[in-house]
């Protein structure tokens, strides 16, 4: 099952991800959200859209913008997670 970890902390685990352009993306429910700090950045992909950032904090340690997800994937993305 993949898992997100980081400082020995799982972040997020699930035999349910997605795998696009290498990167693992883990249904919502799946996240630990108590680890994680939305910030206020985004970056713009032309085919997957928007992403939002978050920092995973564990104790006093940050991982800065080490989370993102796209609230509203574009169609793009759509195609690109159905065909693996």
């Known amino acids: 099952m993949p898992k997100a970890m980081w ?3 799982t972040i997020a685990a699930s035999d349910k991800c997605i795998v696009v352009e290498g990167n693992q993306y883990f249904p919502p429910e799946s996240v630990r ?6 910030v206020n950045r985004t970056t713009v992909c032309e085919w997957k859209g928007v992403a939002n950032y978050y920092d995973i904090v564990i104790g006093d ?10 609230a509203k994937p ?11």
């Open 7 to 9: 400082e020995g902390t």
């Open 33 to 38: 959200m108590e680890y994680l700090e939305p």
């Open 61 to 70: 340690r940050r991982n800065p913008g080490a989370a993102w997800y796209y």
């Open 74 to 84: 574009l169609p793009a993305m759509s195609y690109a997670t159905a065909s693996g």
